[in-house]
């Protein structure tokens, strides 16, 4: 019924006709009066329906709250799946927006980019977005994030970005060592404006992915859906930038990526290990860019925090009944929240595995095998390729080849988890290391790992071996 013959502006008032009593029996009449009486159809084509709203709160509600309700109406008026754009229109014209200023939805369902800040698109599928690449980890919250001395300032500052995203800072640029945090911030980051915020587009990208697919866009000619990709973002995060480092053409499109972003006030949060200074061969433009925002650090944790993360994952139940050996862990693994975390976890599972109860003296015994003397030796790809290899009786080219022959892939399986564990390789780095493997089958195999400990004592005991040998130099 839209479309065909009619002008797109008397199609938008037909529809708007029909939509709006639809609407008006499923919200309360104060509901109604404060946030739907203001809309005025703009404009309505085969693929877009422009609606004129009063003001920027009524856009901002209307977009967070009822969107869905107003699609679904839609959809039910026309049979498709149109996307909806919220247009701010002060002086009440109605149709006063330019169809001039409209630009056709790409047939891919994303919803095209705005022109200018206040207006946002709208993915007329909600499939558009992809699944794996680009989302956030939805265990990485701000509720699971303990604060302390170390990192008060950086989680005060990823808080209120993400509760204003795009106005407060931008970017926010949150460096520190391994293991404390960083990573973490960013998906809190993303969750919350998921979770506030829908309908923006939120994509979580670790800096090499981003390479990698700037890489194959090149490859397969297919550079505007990439650079679409990031372009539309409502808010980028960007993991461990440091491997732009030295990658010139990298950080030239990033720099053109950011630029855009950031003009349309979209948000971009970026993690590295290094403050922006601190880069040997970052392009000046792109490290003012860094600079321009608010720059917020990650500390090693000290004793109090560290046992404070120690509680919250071990659940309230082990809290109170373990405290001394929650202290123990807490007091002896001080500069790496991953391997804290990695503690507890292998001592828990050593108790339960060997039916033995949690102890200091159980803890201690785990905590030797796992890190040794205080001396931990450097942990590269080869000495974890070599370890496994040779206990499990590949070779290195078996562990990172494709064969799927059953104790090759739980040995590769083990290996990854292993390289997880004790490295700070991210999941495509890790799966770069076995052949080039897409990353989404490292998530998986340690996540497959991590519950096969739980239940098989075999696995549990080559997992600890393997740890032992690597870190042992054994
Ligand atoms: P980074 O990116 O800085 O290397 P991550 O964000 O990956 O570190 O953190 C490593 C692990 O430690 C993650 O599992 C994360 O959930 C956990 N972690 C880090 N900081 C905290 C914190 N303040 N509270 C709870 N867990 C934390
Ligand atoms: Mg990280």
Request: aromatic share 8%; net charge negative.
């Amino acid at each position: 019924m839209v479309g065909e013959a009619r002008a797109p502006v008397e199609n938008a008032e037909r529809l708007w006709m029909l939509c709006a009593e639809a609407l008006r029996n499923q919200v309360n009449e104060a509901t109604w009066k404060t946030w739907f009486d203001g809309i005025r159809p703009s404009w309505a084509d085969d693929d877009h329906v422009v609606l004129s709203v009063p003001s920027s709160l009524v856009k901002e509600r209307l977009e967070s709250r009822y969107l869905t309700l107003v699609r679904d109406v839609l959809a039910d008026a026309t049979g498709k799946h149109l996307a909806i754009r919220l247009v701010v229109d002060t002086d009440g014209a109605g149709a006063a927006v330019e169809p001039a200023r409209l630009t056709p939805a790409p047939r891919d369902g994303h919803g095209d980019r705005a022109g200018e800040a206040s207006t946002i698109a709208w993915p007329a599928n909600e499939q558009a977005e992809p699944a794996q690449a680009g989302s956030v980890e939805p265990d990485y919250t701000f509720d699971a994030f303990v604060t302390g001395p170390s990192n008060r300032f950086a989680h005060a500052a990823a808080r209120s970005v993400a509760e204003t995203p795009g106005t407060s800072y931008n970017p926010l640029y949150i460096h520190g060592g391994v293991g404390l945090g960083k990573t973490h911030l960013l998906h809190a980051i993303g969750n919350y404006v998921r979770d506030n915020f829908r309908g923006r587009l939120v994509r979580y990208v670790p800096s090499e992915t981003f390479l990698n697919e700037f890489v194959d866009a090149i490859r397969t000619n297919t550079t505007p859906a990439f650079k679409r990709r990031y372009r539309e973002c409502h808010l980028l995060l960007v993991d461990d930038v440091q491997f732009m480092e030295g990658k010139e053409g990298l950080q030239e499109e990033f720099f053109h990526t950011f630029n855009e972003l950031y003009q349309t006030s979209r948000q971009i949060v970026i993690a590295s290990d290094r403050p922006p200074n601190s880069f040997a061969t970052l392009d000046d433009r792109l490290r003012s860019r860094f600079m321009s925002g608010l720059t917020a650090t990650v500390q090693p944790p000290d004793l109090e925090t560290r046992l404070a993360i120690l509680r919250s994952k071990a659940g309230a139940k082990t809290a109170t009944e373990h405290s001394d050996v929650l202290e123990y862990i807490a007091a002896n693994v001080k500069d790496n929240i991953r391997q804290l975390e990695g503690a507890l976890t292998q001592v828990l599972a050593h108790a339960s595995v060997y039916g033995q109860s949690l102890t200091v003296e159980l803890a201690e015994e785990v905590l030797f095998d796992l890190f040794g003397s205080n001396q931990p030796r450097t942990i590269t790809p080869k000495v974890i390729l070599d370890a496994a290899a040779e206990l499990f009786g590949f070779n290195v080219e078996e562990l990172c080849g494709t064969s799927r022959r059953r104790p090759l892939v739980t040995a590769r399986q083990i290996s990854m988890y292993v390289f997880r564990h004790l490295t700070d390789y991210s999941y495509p780095a890790i799966a770069r290391e076995f052949g080039g493997r897409d990353h989404t089958t490292v998530i998986h195999a340690v996540e497959k790992i991590s519950t096969l400990m739980k239940e098989k004592r075999q696995i549990y005991d080559q997992v600890n071996e393997l740890m032992a040998r690597i870190t042992n130099g054994g």
